[in-house]
């Protein structure tokens, strides 16, 4: 959770979208009215006042099971893993950094595409 708390926006693709407001039980098109700013190029979930992310409660993020992939693949994101220096970085405010199996720099790489797929916008 406290990799949550960083300054900065939450991105969505438009699956994200679908997902999470058929998790909340809304339309697209509702969930899209209430909770996404969308720009020419972007998504990003509406940014509360002295907040990080209007789901991210005190026990944790509401809707974890269907999360956007921006919050799935991290800290696996390719200007992470891609440039010298920011894994160490990132792992600063991070505690996940450095913990649990060791992850190949395959699957790292694969997942940070993930990341370019879903936002092409920023990674085009």
Not at 28 to 51: G, I, M
Not at 74 to 87: D, N, R, S
Not at 106 to 115: D, F
Request: some cysteine.
């Amino acid at each position: 959770m406290k990799c949550c708390n960083v300054d900065g926006y939450v991105y969505i693709s438009e699956e994200d979208v679908t997902r999470i407001a058929a998790f909340l039980k809304m339309t697209p098109e509702d969930f899209e009215q209430k909770y996404v700013y969308r720009t020419a190029h972007l998504l990003r979930l509406r940014k509360p006042r002295n907040a990080q992310c209007l789901f991210l409660k005190e026990d944790g993020c509401s809707i974890h099971t269907v999360n956007p992939v921006q919050c799935r693949t991290f800290p696996f994101w390719p200007e992470i893993i891609e440039k010298a220096g920011e894994w160490e970085k990132t792992g600063l405010t991070c505690p996940g950094i450095g913990k649990g199996p060791l992850i190949q720099i395959g699957e790292a790489m694969e997942r940070a595409s993930e990341m370019k797929t879903a936002y092409p916008g920023i990674y085009g």
